[in-house]
């Protein structure tokens, strides 16, 4: 939700991918990052094709559960900044492809005529905001000394994603250094190369309902974070938000249930109902092994009992979501 264009490039580059490498080989040629026609017969066309789509489905697959892991990005920024970071980080790596590559043969002597295709460069040049401006949460702790974070598993797919081609460091390295260039205040790539607004309106008019998504229904909505972490936090609030009061409903229905009886109530409140029973000392065993109540702050029954709800179900509700007065109020207040 809220991220039409990484869904776009997530869905649609990965299935040409697929269809290049199971259908469609013979139209592979095309789709090649062929540095040597590019310089020598100026086919500027394969800068577009061998820079967009991915060859090898290793590479596809890698670089596919990175775009989903930075989708945050374009959730904080908004479709137009975060498709103007892709598009001045795409071309800053393409002129450093070639510098790199003629560095490279200047250097150590090795003739490098095509590179590992797809939105690569791109792809690597997300690192240098996720790193800057992601906070490093610790999930896990392994042998007492290495540290594993929410930004580990997306380290560990990048190292993978560099390791899957002989000269796919060309690539991460252009993307790096682009990166960093457009992040920088001081060369002022950001406001040279960037989307247009009225591009942005056309693309919002046309692509965006097709990659859209809509929000769930099904769901008590809750804030969006701007991060993995916050998000997965929110939602596990709301679960346990929600597990509370589905107690209090189980413990109301129990109540109704048995009203007319005396068990429900000793059960319920068994301190006020054994403080007055002269025959408390003899009841049956399993009673005595019934654990006491949860204590409960007379102050929020009493906040409870002023908004107009009984002290009953201000106890009741309190003792069921430990003492939670917010949990107490939504479910008195839904039920």
């Known amino acids: 939700d809220k991220a039409p264009l990484s869904k776009s490039l997530l869905l649609v ?196 309902p097709v990659f859209s998504s809509a929000e769930p229904t099904n769901e008590v909505r809750v804030g969006m974070g701007a991060t993995v972490d916050i998000q997965r936090q929110q939602r596990m609030e709301l679960l346990d938000r929600q597990i509370m009061m589905s107690q209090v409903a189980q413990m109301r229905q129990q109540r109704q249930q048995q009203q007319d009886g005396m068990i429900n109530w000793n059960r319920l409140f068994p301190p006020l109902r054994h403080r007055h029973n002269a025959n408390y000392q003899d009841r049956r065993p399993s009673e005595q092994d019934t654990p006491p109540p949860t204590e409960v702050s007379e102050e929020q029954v009493a906040r409870l009992m002023e908004m107009g709800f009984s002290r009953g179900d201000a106890l009741e509700a309190l003792r069921a979501s430990n003492n939670d007065l917010n949990v107490a109020t939504n479910f008195l207040l839904q039920h």
Not at 130 to 158: C, D, E, W
Request: net charge positive.
């Open 13 to 208: 580059p990965s299935a040409i991918s697929i269809l290049l490498t199971l259908l469609f080989q013979h139209y592979q040629k095309f789709f090649a990052y062929n540095l040597q026609a590019i310089k020598e017969e100026f086919q500027i066309w394969r800068l577009v094709c061998g820079r967009t789509i991915c060859l090898d489905l290793k590479d596809t697959f890698c670089s596919s559960l990175l775009i989903y892991n930075f989708r945050i990005f374009e959730r904080r920024y908004g479709s137009r900044k975060f498709s103007s970071f892709l598009l001045g980080a795409w071309m800053l790596s393409a002129l450093f492809d070639l510098l790199l590559v003629e560095i490279t043969q200047y250097i150590f002597g090795i003739t490098i005529n095509s590179l590992p295709s797809g939105f690569l460069g791109p792809v690597f040049a997300l690192f240098v905001p996720f790193y800057s401006s992601i906070p490093r949460v610790q999930v896990a702790q392994v042998l007492g000394h290495f540290s594993i974070t929410n930004k580990t598993l997306v380290y560990i797919l990048g190292l993978q994603l560099l390791t899957s081609g002989s000269y796919i460091w060309i690539l991460a390295l252009s993307g790096l250094v682009s990166g960093i260039c457009y992040n920088s205040s001081i060369l002022k790539v950001h406001q040279i190369l960037c989307v247009p607004s009225w591009v942005a309106k056309i693309f919002s008019w046309t692509l965006e």
